[in-house]
């Protein structure tokens, strides 16, 4: 379970604090353009199967299956979210392409996609790509809004309304 840190609080201000934030990172959505650039640079297609890391709402997933007809996975260790993600699928009618996993994305099992994307912070996306560099294909598409994976050097970025997407291909 990710974690976020709350160094130098008082211990009754640490209590409150990690009740208040539960995760290393707080659900942020991504803008629709972001979405767009991250699923074009990824290059998305009907034959791919789409797993979003932190999938929040699941506005990544739900345009990836109902734009390019991609089979998608999203995973979020924040059970409102899935709920959330859930019902914003059978609403935008693409419940039949997805699927919503709540575990702790450090723990799923990640193996059978062929695009990865994330809205992570660069610390936790750097203790993610030890993952994604052993559990997926070669040739998966890794793509990122904002954040990068420290000396895992895109192979193309893109700029979106001054929002960085970067894509790394798994070697």
């Known amino acids: ?6 160094i130098g609080l008082a211990p009754a201000a640490l209590l409150q604090a990690q009740d208040d934030w539960k ?8 803008p629709t353009a972001v979405i767009d650039s991250m699923l074009r640079l990824a290059k998305v297609n009907q034959g791919d199967t789409l797993y ?6 699941g506005a990544i997933v739900i345009s990836a299956a109902k734009r390019y007809s991609a089979r998608c996975v999203g995973i979020d260790i924040d059970p409102e979210r899935i709920r959330e993600a859930t019902e914003n699928a059978r609403a935008a009618g693409v419940s039949n392409r997805v699927t919503f996993l709540e575990q702790d994305l450090f723990q799923a099992d990640i193996r059978p996609a062929s695009v990865v994307t994330l809205y992570l912070l660069t610390s936790v996306n750097e203790r993610l790509k030890p993952k994604l560099l052993k559990e997926l294909k070669r040739g998966t598409r890794v793509v990122s809004h904002q954040f990068g994976m420290g000396d895992w050097k895109p192979v193309k970025k893109a700029s979106k309304g001054g929002r960085n997407v970067m894509l790394w291909v798994v070697p």
């Open 52 to 57: 979003d890391l932190g999938c929040g709402d």
């Open 1 to 6: 379970m990710l974690r976020r840190g709350f």
């Open 23 to 30: 995760w290393d990172v707080p659900f942020v959505a991504t």
